[in-house]
Structure formats: structure tokens, C-alpha cells
């Protein structure tokens, strides 16, 4: 299986700030590669797909890279509403795995 | 609007069975591949199980195989899953979800969304 791996496990940031999560994959998984956002009580939401592909309707501060078998979540001006557990998932093959996730806060 | 609701959720005994259901409405259901994906209580996501556009293709995590079985009714756009032989690390809010993407050359490259809103299954005696 293809393991996920985030770091950090949590964050604490200011409003405003530059914000980036990052995701490791255990091999090479091409850009198949999509990250989460899941707010305290609700189901997670799709944000980026293939790597870097923003979702209909997700702010554009949101945006997603990688760089070989590691990627990148980025928020370029935190918001409070951004508060959230953040996941990325492998989808390049069965069983698709998801990284442990990122907690973030605002400070 | 694309909206997933499951049921079927509760409190079931360690080796005893339930079935989920998932009502999908607003989109084409017979023409997306589906998936449950699992979180229990304070934990991350995990994949359970996913099954083709038109039923005849399924795969599961090793951790639910042989005691997991997903089906769907495309005539009534609903999704199920069987629990069978279940144990207190089945314990979890389960999550149906459009699987999009695709597949080629024999692999299938998934992910997913929207999902419903979860029904939580508690297996504990």
C-alpha cells in the first residue's frame, strides 16, 4: 500500500498569514495526488485534485504543488474560516490511502 | 445540487450485521463509480470500499474484505453497504461520496466528491 505521510499534524497561524502542508508519498503516485478540507462536526469537502486542480467554488487562496513524490498545500493569506483539519489522499490506485492529517488554528 | 444522504447507522453488538444506505439525488448516479470512506471517533479518513458505475466492479480495503459488501440500485439512485461479522474497530461515522475521476489500462484513479453528511456506526456490546 502506498503510504501518506503530513506534516505537520497541527498548525497555529495568524490571520493573514502564508500557510503551507505538506504531503509525502511513499512512492511515486504521478500527480494523482487530492486534498481535503474538513471543518469540526461536518464532512470533509474536495478542494484541489490532480496535484493543483482548484475545485469549483474553492478561494483562490487555496492552491496546491509538488515536487516529486511531495506536495504542497498552500493558503497564501489565512482566513478564520480556513480553521480546519486538512487531508490529502493518494488517487492513483487501490486502496487509496489518506495522510493522517493537519490540524490548523488560528493563533 | 448533488446530495448524498446515508442511514442505517446505530448501535450493533461485535459480530453482528447492519446495512447503510446512501440516497443520492440532483446528478446522473447511474453513470459515476461510488465510494464509502470511514472516520471513526477523533481519527483520520480512511477508504472502505468503492463500485463501478454500473455495479460490476468493486474493491475493498483489506481491513473490511470478505465482511464488507457494496452494491447499488441504479433504477432508485441508491448506494448500500452490507457490515457483516463486525468488530469494535468498525466503530466509525461512514461517508458515501461520488468517486470521480477514471480508470485506464486496468488502474483506477480516484477521488473524491461531494460527500453526504455520515451515519455513525457503534459496535460495541
Known sequence: ??????????????????????????????????????????????LISAASNLQSGVPSRFSGSASGTDFFLTITSLQPEDVATYYCQQSHSTPYTFGQGTKLEIK | ???????????????????????????????YAMSWVRQAPGKGLEWVS???????????????KGRFTVSRDNSNNMLYLQLNSLRDEDTAIYYCANALGSCSGGSCHRWFGPWGQGTLVTVSS
Open chain 1, 1 to 46: 500500500d502506498i503510504q501518506m505521510t503530513q506534516s505537520p499534524s497541527s498548525l497555529s497561524a495568524s490571520v493573514g498569514d502564508r500557510v503551507t502542508i505538506t504531503c509525502r508519498a511513499s512512492q511515486s503516485i504521478s500527480n494523482y495526488l487530492t486534498w481535503y478540507q474538513q471543518k469540526p462536526g461536518k464532512a470533509p469537502k474536495l
Open chain 2, 1 to 31: 445540487e448533488v446530495q448524498l444522504l446515508e442511514s442505517g447507522g446505530g448501535l450493533v453488538q461485535p459480530g453482528g450485521s447492519l446495512t447503510l444506505s446512501c440516497a443520492a439525488s440532483g446528478f446522473s448516479f447511474s453513470t
Open chain 2, 50 to 64: 468503492i463500485v463501478s458505475a454500473n455495479g460490476a466492479a468493486t474493491s475493498y480495503a483489506d481491513s473490511v
